[in-house]
């Protein structure tokens, strides 16, 4: 399955169209490359998405075309969500 498909069917992000193109800015990371929105994902490959300050890092158990809303968590294992936000003031 596309990239930019998957982010959408898992609802990671909510749009095919930002979706890719989050993708083609290089925030996406699949297995350790920096991919653009047209790589084929399969099971089993680990993501790492860029947010702004926030990092997602998922694992894809499921790559089915048609998800229901609530079944959209299924189609992958959360590993870690990093903030990378500096929260030191100055005075």
Excluded: C, P, W
């Amino acid at each position: 399955m596309r990239l930019d498909k998957y982010l959408k069917v898992s609802r990671l992000i909510k749009r095919r169209t930002l979706a890719k193109e989050f993708a083609d800015q290089g925030r996406v990371t699949v297995n350790g490359k920096v991919v653009k929105s047209s790589a084929n994902v399969t099971i089993g490959d680990v993501l790492v998405l860029s947010f702004g300050t926030r990092i997602l890092t998922i694992k894809i158990t499921d790559t089915s075309e048609i998800v229901k809303k609530n079944d959209a968590g299924g189609m992958y294992d959360l590993l870690s969500s990093e903030s990378n936000s500096d929260n030191s003031s100055i005075h």
